[in-house]
């Protein structure tokens, strides 16, 4: 009891640190003063002050305010893409795994061909064709994301295929739609909450990544990526247009895994229920 306490109380600080975090970014902008593309040319680069809490960039712009609008985009993309590939491959893993037989052969295999794929060369390939934009980030990072999962709850789906519960409800009649929703899927939202948890900053990691290399979100808009990057081609002259982003970016992915981790120690049932 006191470690599944420990283990509760960990969940619930980091959960709240992540709260605190996407509120500042969601509701700072309607109470800071300055706006994300406000420019002031003559003030330039400067340093934190009163004024400017974490400094300005180069064009004189708000470095807090251009931290709460990256925060917007790099935690909504980590959002929407997690969302994305929790519907494919939930839906995969749990069709693949139910059906057995040559279908789970085929659909897996399929699996293992698009994880053969360069990620970096498939974004590229997609940037050239159809152009840079925030969409093809969703589907980029999406297209890719979904392939663990469905092998994870392929697992889990396959397991519980075999309990009697589930041959139980087969013996009544129910049609394999009516099972997979009613009886397997909602056993699967343990082990789903979990890796949906430690998606997100793999999401947010992949798109600092991409923007980091120019692939991701383009001017005008900013997410933590771009503002490291653009951090990093001055961060001997001015250290701080580097440090705050860096920071804030990794106290964000330190404590969506440290959450993630927790969620899976209260949710592992082989850990004697923390």
């Known amino acids: 009891m006191i470690r599944g306490g420990t283990t509760a109380t960990r969940a619930k600080r980091h959960a709240a640190m992540l709260a605190a975090v996407a509120g500042v970014c969601v509701l700072g902008p309607w109470i800071w003063p300055y706006a994300p593309d ?13 004024r400017h809490w974490l400094g300005t960039d180069l064009l004189g712009r708000d470095l807090l305010a251009r931290l709460m609008e990256g925060g917007r985009v790099s935690i909504g993309v980590g959002l929407a893409a997690t969302a994305v590939s929790l519907v494919i491959g939930v ?52 297209a890719v994301e979904w392939l663990t999962m469905a092998r994870i709850v392929r697992a889990q789906t396959l397991s519980l295929k075999q309990s009697p519960f589930v041959e139980a409800v087969v013996l009544m009649g129910l049609s394999p739609l ?15 909450i979990v890796y949906a ?48 982003p860096a920071v804030i970016f990794a106290m964000t992915l330190y404590s969506l895994n440290a959450l993630g981790d927790a969620l899976r120690d209260l949710l592992d049932p082989s850990e004697g229920g923390r």
Do not use: C, K
Not at 178 to 192: A, E, K, Q, S, T
């Open 178 to 192: 009516r099972i997979l929703y009613r009886h397997v899927v909602p056993n699967l939202l343990g082990p789903v």
């Open 38 to 50: 406000a420019q002031d040319t003559l003030l330039g680069a400067s340093a934190p002050s009163w």
């Open 91 to 142: 839906a995969w893993g749990t069709i693949a795994g139910y059906a057995g037989g040559r279908t789970d052969r085929l659909m897996m295999r399929l699996v293992d061909v698009l994880y053969a794929l360069p990620f970096t060369v498939f974004v590229i390939v997609l940037t050239v064709v159809f152009g840079r934009s925030l969409l093809l980030l969703f589907v980029a990072i999406g």
């Open 197 to 244: 948890t430690l998606t997100v900053p793999r999401v947010m990691l992949l798109e600092a990544f991409m923007s980091f290399l120019g692939l991701g979100v383009q001017p005008p808009m900013s997410s933590w990526g771009t503002l490291i990057r653009d951090g990093v081609e001055v961060m001997e002259e001015f250290p701080w247009l580097l440090l705050s």
